[in-house]
């Protein structure tokens, strides 16, 4: 069964990442960026950039809804439906017009098609719990996550190059991509869930099905019930809200101070850390095998610091060799966070709440999704506005240099109380002390 299921998960993680490649931060920002560009003001145009960026965690939000209607029912069927949701929205991108409408449904739609995968990172995991043992399961999911940054990657720079000699090629590239997710649909029919009964009896018999709307009732109830997944959380959400205000001023910047054109914009924010990915995620599969994940995001957060510190750098110097390097680093952080995103919960979640402990982490991460982008463009845009020249330097460079340092402090701070709540833990006997 794990070997038919693992032949299916790849399949179908080719399949929809190469629709999803589309309305991924890096490439749709850099998109909206320049084919908008004449038709909104700058400031305006940043906004909806900020939005794009914030779509998949705004879409977070929501993951309570997917965990409280799949509570006690299967989820192959739901997933399947999520996946043609999302593959149908893409494909509704083709009809938008170049104007400030066409943006407007635009981002509308890649948020909607992002709030469906929610739903599908919030479940997988349950299938995936059932599927593969413990040993192995960091190293599968692993290697499934190196196909779907590779297929990002390589769908990026395809549509970059395109994009760079035919800027009105949207309609038929997301035509194209949409025809191919098609395909993830069509494989994950055929999935199916080993000890599937027991595992929703336990779900039933453990907690009683609640009504969507009930859903942030459950989140309050994990973090009041296990006190150490709460302090994670409170870490993760500094961390994270850290690192998130990097992405659309990165975006920003590469326009207004390199002024780069898509392909070149595309691979810094997108592409390169997607092929980078691959090679740390086995390195960073194999310490969380053997790791607690609090271990593990206390020395892995650390790469995430040195990025934005690589980005501050870059932008006050003025090297766009700088932000190349800021990719690369990227690449190298978010192959370990990739890992203990879809696995770090399974460490501290009972085998019946592990749809709930995800929701819990999903939603958190949609509510610190929902204020980065916007903290972080609107401190851009304060900067860009106010004139301010106290580096005696163009003003995107020391208003992206701004961004970048705070996210810099701000990460580490997340480090460090990783590194507390590691020492606390190992005290208290929930990890072993001498635990590699």
Known sequence: MSRRSYALELATTFCFATALAVVEGGVLGNIAKRRFEDEVSPLTLNFFVAVIAAAPDLANIFS?????????RAKVPIVNLLQLAVVLLIALMAF???????????????????????????????????????????????NLYTVQVLVVALVGIVVGMIMNVRPDALPMIV?????????????TRKQRVRREGSMLKGERDAVAVMKPWQGPAVVLQVLRRDKMWAKFMLWMFVLGLGNMLMGPVLT?????????????????????????????????????DRSHVVKFRARQTWVFVVSASTACIGVLTHRVEWMYVTAVL??????????????????????????????SHVTLNGIRGLLAPFIAVGLYNVVV????????????????AVVFALSAIMSAVGAAG??????????GGRIAPRAR
């Open 64 to 72: 309570f809804i997917w965990s409280s209607v799949s509570h006690g």
């Open 330 to 359: 990227q690449g190298i952080a978010y192959g370990g966070g990739s890992l203990a995103w879809n696995l770090g919960h399974v460490d501290f979640a009972p085998p019946s709440q592990t749809s709930q402990y995800m929701a």
């Open 175 to 187: 035509i194209a991509v949409a025809g191919v997710g098609l395909g993830a649909f069509v494989a």
């Open 418 to 427: 990783f590194g507390m709540l590691l020492r606390e833990m190992q005290a």
């Open 252 to 288: 920003i910047v590469l326009k207004d101070q390199f002024n780069l054109g898509y392909l070149e914009s595309i691979l810094i924010t997108s592409s390169i850390t997607a092929l980078v990915m691959p090679i740390s995620i086995p390195l960073w599969a194999k310490y969380l």
């Open 96 to 142: 938008t017009p170049e104007s400030l409408t066409g943006l407007v449904a635009l981002t509308v739609l890649a948020m909607l098609a992002r709030t469906c995968w929610s739903g599908i990172i919030t479940l997988r995991p349950t299938i995936w719990r059932s599927n593969y043992p413990r040993e192995m399961r960091a190293t599968v999911v692993g």
């Open 385 to 400: 506005a106010s004139g301010w020249d106290a580096l005696g330097m163009d003003l995107p460079s020391q208003a992206a």
